[in-house]
């Protein structure tokens, strides 16, 4: 297993921008695909962003230009960096850590092995 511990979420107004940690520890970092979802109250998890073991990039739609997903590998840390914050962005935000390579989805919740407790933004008008 790996444990995950996001930071950095907060109340910001709209069009303002937070950034997101996601600290890893338990297994070595370089070696899992990682992920960012959010859930909102009475909706569904939905993917953010993720950041695959050699790098490659993948974003829903709705976060394209205005959000940027990163990771340090020495640092052990996935980051995502949000701006021009939105209302809709409200949720609470969790990193996930896919632990064995294989072929997958990166942005289908289903492929992931660990997740984090999680940090609220939440965005106001």
């Known amino acids: 297993q790996v444990q995950l511990v996001e930071s950095g979420g907060g109340l910001v107004q709209a069009g303002g921008s937070l950034r997101l940690s996601c600290a890893a520890s338990?297994?070595?970092?370089?070696?899992?695909?990682m992920g960012w979802f959010r859930q909102s109250p009475g909706k569904e998890r939905e993917p953010v962003a993720a950041i695959g073991r050699g790098g490659g990039i993948f974003y829903k739609d709705s976060v394209k230009g205005r959000f940027t997903i990163s990771r340090d590998n020495a640092k052990n840390t996935l980051y995502l960096q949000m701006n021009s914050l939105k209302p809709d962005d409200t949720a609470v935000y969790y990193c996930a850590a896919q632990l064995l390579p294989r072929a997958y989805d990166p942005l289908n919740g289903r492929e992931y092995d660990s997740w984090g407790q999680g940090t609220q933004v939440t965005v106001s008008s």
């Open positions: 338990g297994r070595t970092f370089s070696t899992l695909a």
